[in-house]
């Protein structure tokens, strides 16, 4: 028997602009295209229409849908994608006329990152954010769900089922937000630990397709996804980032921020973005070469201060320099061209990084007991240690460390070291 082989192809959308004046459409178009590529999609055309607001029927007006559903016959359209929220029965009208399948920026949005999260938590807010637009949307689903009527043969089980629904979507919403609340508690207490064992924490935080998972893998080799697409990477992820001062932080890569982000997601994604919100530094990671680094820039700093982050030192990190114009772009505030491809600039990051520690490292000279020779281990740890000698009356350590470890050493500081920091008081 021979076997063939079937190509399935992309399928190929038709995207969509209202142009209503309420911000850039063309910017906006053309984030849509990079999300429908990220999604699988091939967008093959796009059409955009200047109204003073969506029609209420079809979103755009009548004449602009004929001109729709004639394109969608001639180039073999399979999805309509609009760069807006639509309501069910748009969603149902424009189907109707047009033949094709129809997604609204949300739901584009949700597919993508259904497809993207790995770990438990990032599948909980998925379904959540899903669930939450679906539940208002059962009922323009068409008539199959809804018999009820005034006659024999229309009564039945049809709105019990509809309701049945309802009821099961209401119960699993309520469901997931326990499930994440038991995350967050977990969260809560790990970042508790943190702050008892005095970690110092850094969100790379950014609009997506900056480059933050490249920025982590080269300072951590952490190994995360690092594509040139729209949310390549969903999940925070955590690893340990050494400064060449020898102090250890925690780096932190969160989920990528877009505008006009659904509220659904919003709403599933703030135990995440929380993370950023409790941050001793954060690295507004942007991408340099692109013509709207600014407004990125504008974007996360908006969501910042929506998540009370206003105290939190930010540093503004120009990404991809090494193709990009020379220039800060009017930024306000610490600021650093890097390419993490590269290397670029690298140095200059961990040393603004270092500058904006909670606490500066000092130096100084201790004298442990052979009896508390276990302190040895947490400078190590929390600190840098420059020269290290075993001595008749204890081990002798030069070291560089920051005023919490220092006040724990106290009773081991040797003199010069204990009246260079009286001095300092005084």
Do not use: W
């Amino acid at each position: 028997m021979e076997m063939t082989q079937t190509e399935i192809r992309p399928e190929r959308a038709l995207l969509v602009e209202l142009d209503t004046g309420e911000y850039d459409a063309q910017a906006s178009l053309e984030e849509l295209y990079e999300l429908v590529r990220s999604a699988g999609a091939e967008p093959v055309a796009a059409v955009t229409q200047k109204r003073p607001a969506p029609d209420t029927a079809t979103c755009v007006g009548s004449g602009m849908m004929e001109e729709i559903a004639g394109m969608c016959r001639a180039q073999e359209i399979d999805l309509l994608l609009f760069d807006r929220e639509l309501t069910p029965t748009q969603i149902r009208n424009i189907e109707e006329q047009a033949g094709v399948r129809t997604v609204d920026r949300t739901m584009l949005i949700l597919d993508i990152f259904a497809v993207r999260a790995q770990s438990r938590e990032g599948k909980l807010q998925v379904e959540l954010a899903q669930l939450r637009y679906l539940l208002p949307r059962l009922s323009g689903k068409g008539t199959a769900l809804s018999r009820l009527g005034g006659g024999i043969g229309t009564r039945g089980p049809g709105e019990t089922k509809l309701e049945t629904d309802r009821r099961h979507i209401r119960r699993r919403i309520e469901a997931l937000k326990q499930q994440l609340k038991e995350v967050e508690q977990r969260r809560e207490q790990l970042n508790r630990r943190r702050k008892k064992d005095n970690v110092v924490t850094v969100a790379l935080v950014g609009y997506t397709n900056a480059g933050k998972s490249t920025l982590m893998n080269r300072l951590t080799e952490a190994g995360v996804l690092a594509k040139d697409m729209l949310f390549a990477t969903l999940d925070p992820t955590s690893r340990a980032l050494r400064l060449p001062c020898g102090k250890t932080v925690m780096l932190i890569d969160t989920v990528g921020l877009l505008r006009r982000l659904p509220h659904h997601l919003v709403q599933a994604f703030h135990s995440t973005l929380e993370q950023a919100a409790q941050a001793d530094i954060l690295l507004n990671v942007c991408d340099a070469s692109s013509p709207e680094a600014k407004v990125h820039l504008e974007v996360t700093e908006s969501l910042l201060a929506q998540l009370g982050c206003g105290d939190t030192p930010v540093i503004s990190v120009l990404n991809k320099c090494d193709k990009a114009p020379e220039g800060l772009l009017g930024v306000s505030g610490p600021t650093v061209r890097i390419s993490a491809r590269t290397g670029e600039g690298i140095p200059e990051l961990l040393a603004m990084v270092e500058a904006n520690l909670p606490s500066p490292m000092r130096e100084a000279e201790i004298l442990l007991p052979f009896a508390q020779s276990g302190l040895a281990a947490r400078i190590r740890r929390e600190g840098s240690v420059e020269e290290e000698e075993y001595r008749p009356e204890g081990l002798y350590m030069k070291i560089f460390a920051d005023d919490q470890l220092l006040g724990v050493l106290r009773p081991y500081l040797m003199e010069s070291t204990a009246s260079s920091r009286e001095n300092g008081r005084d």
